[in-house]
């Protein structure tokens, strides 16, 4: 068993439509083509047969396998749809807490680029906001909140600004860094939207993960 699967995620929030999840770095969402087993979503369900619920749990979004944090389930495929559509029009803010290498200067900013979308074959436009919460001796404390939801867009965005996030392995060297962290440090913290079927506007905060909680205290 692979030992990401021995973290346990938890319910933050649960309805009848919906769950909200803070997954554990380390864990899929759901399985890649290698058909990886133990993912949140088979996690989920698991613990919706363990119940003996009528009803299965359909991801809304993604997140990275290393990034912690939030993320929204429906309990049908309509309501995984009414999600998704929310998604779609920009009307659902994520905000995310990173760590990236160096000193980021600007205090606040707003991100473009273009990454190319393999599976759709276009190239399609990235939007990231972030602001500085605090600036360290070697890396930078950031709010960000990522207005497309392209993949590993906030990775990119950084890497391009030339601050790639702390324990960035794919778009960058880790080698070349002294500062070393066992995952990407990136931390899924908020979400807002509208209740797919009730209408009422949800809000949720999540605290730092505690790796990076200790990774500020060294």
């Known amino acids: 068993m692979n030992p990401a699967s021995k973290k346990r995620f938890s319910i933050v929030y649960e309805d009848d ?62 309501v995984e749809q009414a ?50 919460i605090e600036r360290r001796k070697d890396f930078t404390i950031l709010e960000v909140k990522p207005f497309t939801g392209r993949t590993n867009q906030i990775r990119i965005h950084f890497k391009e600004l030339g601050h790639p996030l702390v324990g960035e392995s794919v778009y960058a060297f880790r080698k070349d860094f002294n500062l070393k962290f066992k995952r990407i440090a990136l931390h899924a913290k908020a979400l807002e939207f509208i209740h797919p079927v009730t209408g009422i506007k949800m809000n949720f905060d999540l605290p730092l993960a505690d790796d ?6 060294k």
């Open 83 to 132: 999600m998704m559509e929310q998604f779609k029009k920009h009307l659902v803010k994520k905000t995310y807490i990173a760590f990236a290498h160096g000193i980021v200067r600007k205090n606040s900013d707003t991100l473009k680029g273009n990454v190319y979308n393999q599976k759709r074959r276009k190239t399609e436009l990235m939007i990231t906001k972030y602001r500085v």
């Open 17 to 78: 439509y919906i769950f909200i999840i803070n997954k554990p770095s380390g864990m899929l969402t759901v399985p890649t083509p290698k058909g990886e087993t133990n993912t949140l979503t088979d996690l989920l369900n698991q613990e919706l047969d363990r119940r003996g619920a009528q009803v299965q749990a359909y991801p809304c979004h993604r997140i990275d396998r290393e990034t912690s944090g939030l993320i929204i389930y429906a309990k049908s495929k309509p």
């Open 212 to 217: 990076m909680v200790n990774f500020i205290q």
